[in-house]
């Protein structure tokens, strides 16, 4: 199935490789999923991906609902020392992108914190 690896004090089991899923693909089973050519989901998975792309650059950040969050950072001048030389490099400042599973995503071994509901005050459970 997969092997198992110690991660700090947890013991991950690692999932068998698998091919990644092209965009191609996507738009594929998009367009089959909601009765349209694979052109046309094609079209569709471009044009998200492209307004993501677009926000990001604007330094808005992107939030999808059970999937995550694309946050646009941006990073300031600095030098930075390379590995394999030990030689230090001077470095623009420059944005980039951190994305933040949602707890969906994480999977069902993240918990959420249990809730009680007392009439319309929603308190932490003790």
């Known amino acids: 199935m997969g092997r198992v690896t110690e991660m700090g004090k947890r013991k991950v089991r690692e999932l068998p490789p698998t091919p990644p899923r092209t965009r191609v693909e996507i738009g594929a089973m998009l367009g089959e999923e909601l009765g349209l050519s694979s052109k046309q989901g094609a079209k569709i998975v471009d044009f998200v991906l ?13 939030k999808l609902s059970r999937f995550g969050t694309f946050k646009a950072v941006f990073l300031k001048a600095g030098t930075m020392r390379n590995p394999f030389t030990g030689g230090t490099v001077e470095c623009a400042a420059r ?21 009680v509901s007392v009439g319309a005050v929603v308190c932490p459970a003790g």
């Not at 492209?50 to 992107?62: K, M, P, S, Y």
């Not at 944005?95 to 959420?112: I, M, T």
Request: a positive charge.
């Open 50 to 62: 492209t307004q993501i792309r677009r926000d990001l650059a604007e330094g808005r950040d992107v």
């Open 95 to 115: 944005q980039s992108v951190r994305f933040k599973p949602s707890r969906q995503l994480k999977g069902p071994d993240v918990k959420a914190p249990k809730r």
